[in-house]
């Protein structure tokens, strides 16, 4: 064979070959209406479910930044799933990630010095899901959208959350996704499509499927429990919700008197303040902890608790001779740490959670939601210990 002659076949090998190399290092990856025939977000159109599955499939073929995991089934028999997005090189390392994740969530015999090297070795754990009430459809369909975006954007913004993020994106609510998009779309005429189910969107507890997540008495929910506390202990959990409709009705202060002797002598904090001077909508807020009284059992001396415009309580001075006792309470003019607070300081010693003798019970009062959704490691224990100590009787030793 002379020079010439491998000359020309290399240069054939080379025009064969080289945009099969582009091809696959610059993949294609499938838009939304592409694989749907219409935008997210669309006038008059939803997916279901079974069209979210097609689609995630398709991307984990298509792209190297997601791996598709079944987390179980739901109550009507579906695989439900969670897309795990990160860079390639991280799902090359995904199980010494989680490890990483679950040992300094636990932290048991993990020293200060060895959680520091974990966390710069580690990466961020972000769970956002979707769905979990049906019928505020924008919950599954930003997932959707979600999913292509980092699957498909190459900006400089993107590529450094996929580098240092682990985003696990899971569908809450399959059957009630396909129960929703189905009964709405039946209809063949666009403009005459309405949200009509004819039963509860998921089975046996519709809209409260977000309490059921403290006790797991649906598989939907023991999946999610599992992964979130099981398995990855992710750093943020997002569970999504969409705004209702217009019309809604909202009570507001200030309230007529007189208020339920029952209150006393508990005054609610900040009730009769104007928006305009005390306003906390959806915001975590810090609290000292009495973590030597039986119902904050297990608990640190502070705990970060999810406040929604959620009452407080002022303990009068004759408080502690009729048996009320404060078991948290803001010592801090400024407690928001995390979301916005207008007059928080309003709060400084006022107390979140008290426990009250009535007759030969106990009463506990819970001013923030000590049960809102994920957070078992944190204020539930409020919760699960009242439950045995409720009943319980004091015995001297």
Not at 186 to 196: F, L, S, V
Not at 279 to 299: C, E, K, Q, Y
Request: charged share 25%; glycine share 8%.
């Amino acid at each position: 064979m002379t020079a010439a002659t491998l000359r020309w076949l290399l240069a054939v090998f080379l025009l064969v070959v080289t945009p099969c190399l582009r091809a696959q290092g610059e993949r294609s990856i499938t838009a939304p209406r592409e694989q749907l025939g219409f935008n997210v977000g669309d006038d008059y159109t939803l997916a279901n479910y079974r069209q979210l599955t097609e689609y995630w499939k398709k991307l984990a073929v298509e792209s190297d930044r997601m791996k598709l995991v079944e987390i179980g089934k739901t109550a009507e028999g579906r695989p439900q799933w969670m897309a795990i997005l990160t860079s390639p090189e991280n799902h090359k390392r995904l199980e010494r990630h989680k490890e990483i994740a679950r040992r300094l969530a636990l932290a048991d015999g993990v020293t200060e010095e060895e959680a520091r090297r974990l966390a710069a070795e580690g990466r961020a754990v972000v769970w956002i899901d979707g769905g979990l009430h049906a019928t505020e459809v924008l919950g599954a369909h930003q997932l959707l959208e979600l999913v292509y975006q980092f699957c498909a954007r190459n900006d400089p913004e993107t590529l450094r959350i996929l580098r240092d993020v682990i985003l696990l994106a899971v569908h809450a609510n399959p059957d009630g996704h396909d129960l929703v998009a189905d009964s709405y779309m039946k209809e063949q005429e666009p403009a005459r499509r309405a949200i009509r189910i004819p039963r509860l969107y998921q089975k046996y507890i519709g809209h409260d499927n977000n309490r059921d997540l403290y006790m797991s008495n649906m598989p939907e929910s023991a999946n999610m429990n599992r992964v979130l506390y099981r398995e990855w202990f992710p750093q943020i959990m997002y569970n999504h919700h969409q705004s209702g409709p217009a019309g809604t009705v909202l009570f507001a202060p200030p309230f007529r008197e007189p208020y339920s002797f029952y209150f006393d002598p508990l005054i609610r904090v900040g009730l009769n303040l104007s928006r305009e001077k005390f306003f906390i909508p959806g915001s975590v807020l810090s609290m000292r902890v009495d973590n030597t009284h039986p119902l904050a059992w297990g608990m640190g001396e502070r705990a970060d608790f999810f406040y929604d415009a959620s009452p407080a309580f002022r303990l009068g001075p004759e408080a502690a001779q009729k048996g009320v006792q404060a078991v948290a309470w803001f010592d801090s003019r400024a407690p928001l740490r995390s979301g916005w607070a207008w007059g928080q300081h309003y709060l400084e010693g006022a107390a979140g959670v008290v426990e009250a003798v009535v007759g030969p019970g106990k009463l506990f009062l819970y001013g923030p939601e000590v049960t809102f959704r994920a957070q078992p490691h944190g204020t539930f224990k409020l919760l699960f210990n009242g439950i045995y100590y409720g009943p319980a009787r004091r015995v001297k030793m």
